[in-house]
């Protein structure tokens, strides 16, 4: 069984730019939780997803946005990207409480 | 204070030796507990889940929640150097994962 997919791996942007993260959950997992992991900082979660809708979000400014699709995949998206967005950003799936992760897709702004 | 502690390390140990990682929370409607292993460049892997107080026991693995310390163990049995790798502990108060919180991660070394 496929597990969770991120593309791309690697996203290099310049500060200001939009960047377009994707993912595909587990097969039959309806809900998509997007986490970003900082260097020291530990994993946040960002975005919740769940039968298409936006179910919760987290500490992040408004130019983090995303949605999710009928088949269940999901896109994030980051406006006027700043060099402190520079993170490794995290997709998961889940039935009920046990999230699995992808893996990941690291952003460099510079 | 954050809301889950977890001591960065690194930690480093022989092959085969006992590894105990912890993390405490202050939250105690935490109810949900899990340990995901991170290797460098990836994504968290799943490794351990469970449900209020008690032990659980997966091959070399054991985590053990105490929920009147607020405190959980991740417990590695016949270290491998293999397992080194990032230990991240994490939580969540309902039945769905929806804003796990999450530990900083452990960093564990086995040397050879």
């Known amino acids: 069984e496929a597990g969770v997919t991120q593309s791309p791996t690697h996203l290099i942007k310049t500060r200001g730019q939009q960047a377009t993260l994707r993912c595909s959950p587990i097969?039959?997992?309806?809900?998509v939780y997007w986490y970003q992991q900082a260097l020291g900082l530990g994993l946040q979660f960002l975005l919740w997803?769940?039968?298409?809708?936006?179910?919760n979000r987290g500490n992040f400014p408004p130019r983090f946005s995303g949605r999710q699709f009928p088949n269940y995949s999901s896109e994030l998206n980051v406006n006027a990207l700043e060099l402190e967005d520079s993170a490794l950003y995290l997709c998961?799936?889940?039935?009920?409480?046990?999230?699995?992760f992808g893996q990941g897709t690291r952003l460099t702004v510079v | 204070q954050k809301e889950v502690e977890q001591d960065p390390g690194p930690l480093s140990v022989p092959e085969g030796a006992i590894v105990s990682l912890n993390c405490t929370y202050s939250?105690?409607?935490?109810?949900?507990f899990m340990w995901y292993r991170q290797y460098s460049r990836k994504g968290p892997e799943l490794l351990m889940y469970?449900?209020?107080?008690g032990n659980k026991e997966d091959g070399r693995f054991t985590a053990q929640v105490d929920k009147s310390s607020k405190y959980i163990s991740l417990f590695i049995r016949d270290s491998q150097p293999s397992d080194s790798a990032t230990y991240l502990c994490?939580?969540?108060?309902?039945?769905?994962?929806?804003?796990?919180?999450f530990g900083t991660g452990t960093r564990l070394q086995v040397t050879l």
């Open positions: 939250n105690s409607a935490f109810q949900y």
């Open positions: 469970t449900y209020s107080s």
């Open positions: 997803y769940d039968e298409g809708e936006e179910r």
């Open positions: 994490a939580m969540t108060r309902t039945g769905t994962a929806s804003k796990l919180t």
């Open positions: 998961a799936s889940s039935v009920y409480t046990e999230a699995f």
């Open positions: 097969s039959g997992h309806t809900s």
